[in-house]
């Protein structure tokens, strides 16, 4: 069996071929905002492109400094933000990515390799918890986008 996304490639260059680089620039830019707003949907939901939840975080002292007891919030809550995580097309490629200090946290996360989670500390093995992937409702997204793109 082929992979879904050199099927999907296969099946859209020859159209994508036919269309002038300006319509192929807004038709790239268009579907890539609506991947990256799937990717965040999904990082929301704390789930790995193949459907499966992200391992917890391992249990921490969550005491602050007063001895409240400190609420835990979402992982990756500010790494999905349009701020870190980009979005970019022209007329050759679509791509969703992380930028700058904030792409080697998230590549740290994504295959699960080992890194300090704070200076001076020891190294530590992060669970694998991958933020960018492609789903099959994303493979239909773009499919979806560029019909609508040619329908219009």
Do not use: C
């Amino acid at each position: 069996m082929t992979d879904p996304l050199n099927a999907l490639e296969d099946w859209a260059a020859p159209i994508l071929r036919q269309l002038q680089p300006d319509a192929r620039n807004k038709l790239a830019h268009i579907l890539a905002q609506q991947l990256r707003r799937s990717q965040q949907q999904r990082i929301a939901r704390q789930r790995n492109p193949d459907g499966t939840p992200y391992i917890p975080r391992k249990p921490r002292d969550i005491r602050d400094k007063r001895g409240r007891i400190k609420r835990q919030a979402a992982m990756f809550s500010k790494l999905r933000t349009a701020r870190y995580l980009k979005a970019k097309g022209d007329d050759n490629a679509i791509s969703v990515g992380f930028t700058g200090r904030i792409a080697r946290i998230a590549r740290v996360h994504q295959y699960g390799l080992r890194d300090n989670a704070e200076r001076g500390a020891k190294d530590v093995k992060y669970a694998r918890r991958e933020q960018l992937g492609f789903t099959e409702r994303e493979m239909e997204l773009i499919r979806d986008g560029l019909i609508r793109h040619l329908g219009s």
